[in-house]
């Protein structure tokens, strides 16, 4: 069956560096989204907090998921990786992540690190999730 690439108009264009923001699997109707950060089409970080970043991460989430036919509902997995301590961030996290997959409860790993993709991102997060109408 094949795969499907999954670009919305309005997220970062990573084509010049050969990723795209999700691909789904058509044949087990998985979709794997990219680390989704809180970035404006030019690369450019649209808030200041972490737990601003965390909505900005998870609002484009959303825009991929809706672009591959899902939804956050359709989350399996989140992997959330924090600059720096993840403990220390988690007072900010936690509270946006209840908001958005509290009746979802996907599996869930975060992940502190000493960098990500430039350096006022503060929080990644990717997902797998699996099509809603695939057997």
């Known amino acids: 069956m094949g795969t499907k690439l999954v670009n919305p108009p309005g997220l970062y264009d990573g084509a010049p560096v050969g990723m795209s923001?999700?691909?789904?699997?058509?044949?087990?109707?998985?979709?794997?989204v990219s680390g989704q950060v809180d970035w404006d089409r030019e690369s450019r970080v649209r808030h200041a907090t972490l737990a601003g970043q965390a909505e900005g991460a998870?609002?484009?989430?959303?825009?991929v998921l809706?672009?591959?036919?899902?939804?956050?509902e359709d989350v399996?997995?989140?992997r959330v990786y924090v600059r720096g301590e993840l403990a220390d961030g988690?007072?900010?996290i936690?509270?946006?992540?209840?908001?958005?997959?509290a009746a979802v409860r996907?599996?869930?790993t975060g992940i502190g690190v000493a960098s990500l993709a430039s350096r006022d991102t503060l929080i990644e997060?990717?997902?797998l999730a699996k099509l809603p109408e695939h057997p």
């Open 21 to 32: 923001q999700a691909k789904v699997d058509l044949a087990s109707g998985f979709v794997f």
């Open 58 to 63: 998870i609002e484009h989430l959303a825009t």
């Open 66 to 72: 809706k672009e591959a036919d899902a939804s956050l």
């Open 76 to 78: 399996l997995q989140l």
């Open 90 to 92: 988690m007072s900010q």
């Open 94 to 101: 936690v509270p946006v992540l209840a908001r958005h997959f």
């Open 106 to 108: 996907p599996a869930l």
């Open 125 to 127: 997060i990717e997902a």
